[in-house]
C-alpha cells in the first residue's frame, strides 16, 4: 500500500451530492474495468461500448493504457513495481470520474488481481465491473497489432505479460467476454445488456440512460 506522505491535509465533501449528479446525468457514475492480455481486445471493445452509451445519453470516457503512458504515467515502466503504481494511479483517476457521475472505461492489461481488487475497493458496491477479455495467448500473438509478442519472443522486450510476466486472470468477475467467438458489436452489446440488468444504465426502449 502507497504511503501517506502529506500531513496536516482534510478531505473536502463537494456541495453537490452524487445523487445530485445522477438526476442532473441521468445515471450514476461507474468504473468499466476491462482487462486482459495484450491484443485480446480491451481498448476495441471499451470504445465500442463507449460508442454504443454515448448513443444512449451517457456520460462517457475511456481512460486506454497506452493513453495514460503518454501523460500521466509516462515515468512509469514495465517491472512489477511499477505496474502496481500504474494501476494505482489509475483506480484514483478512474474512481474521480465516478464521482463526477462519469461511467469511466480502463483498458489496462491491470496482470495481478490484487491491484485490480485495491481499485474495486476505491468505489462504493456495484460501481466496479470488471470485464475480463478473455483470448488465449496464442490468438493475441496471432493478432499482435504492435508486434510486441514478436519483439518478447526475439527478447527485445522484457516482462512482457503472457510470455515472460504473468496474467492472473479474474476469478470471479461481473462479466466475461470472450473475444475470439464474439464479435466486437456482439461484445459490446452484451456489456450494454449488463449494465441495463444491473440498473446502472436505462434499458434501450428508453431515449437517455436512467438508473433504474
Known amino acids: 500500500m502507497t504511503q501517506q506522505k502529506a500531513s496536516n491535509i482534510k478531505w473536502h465533501h463537494a456541495a453537490i451530492t452524487h445523487e445530485d449528479r445522477r438526476k442532473r446525468l441521468g445515471h450514476s457514475g461507474a468504473v468499466l474495468w476491462f482487462t486482459g492480455l495484450s491484443a485480446s481486445g480491451k481498448s476495441t471493445l471499451a470504445c465500442a461500448v463507449e ?10 470516457y475511456v481512460l486506454d493504457g497506452d493513453n495514460i503512458r503518454h501523460g500521466l504515467n509516462s515515468n512509469l515502466g514495465f517491472s512489477p513495481a511499477d505496474r502496481e503504481e500504474n494501476i494505482r494511479r489509475i483506480g484514483e483517476v478512474a474512481k474521480l470520474f465516478s464521482d463526477a457521475g462519469v461511467i469511466a472505461m480502463t483498458a489496462f492489461i491491470s496482470p495481478y488481481a490484487r491491484d485490480r481488487e485495491s481499485a474495486r475497493k476505491l468505489l462504493a458496491p456495484g460501481k466496479f465491473i470488471e470485464i475480463y477479455c478473455k483470448c488465449s495467448v496464442e490468438e493475441c500473438e496471432k493478432r499482435d497489432p504492435k508486434g510486441l509478442y514478436k519483439k518478447a519472443r526475439a527478447g527485445q522486450v522484457k516482462e512482457f505479460t503472457g510470455i515472460d510476466a504473468p ?4 476469478a470471479n468477475p461481473e462479466l466475461v467476454v470472450d473475444t475470439v467467438a464474439d464479435t466486437v458489436e456482439k461484445a459490446a452489446q452484451k456489456v450494454v445488456a449488463f449494465l441495463e440488468k ?15
Do not use: D, M, N, V
Open 51 to 60: 460508442y454504443l452509451l454515448f448513443q444512449k445519453g451517457c456520460l462517457t
Open 167 to 170: 496474467y492472473e486472470a479474474p
Open 198 to 212: 444491473s440498473g446502472l444504465i436505462g434499458r434501450s426502449s428508453e431515449s437517455c440512460c436512467c438508473c433504474q
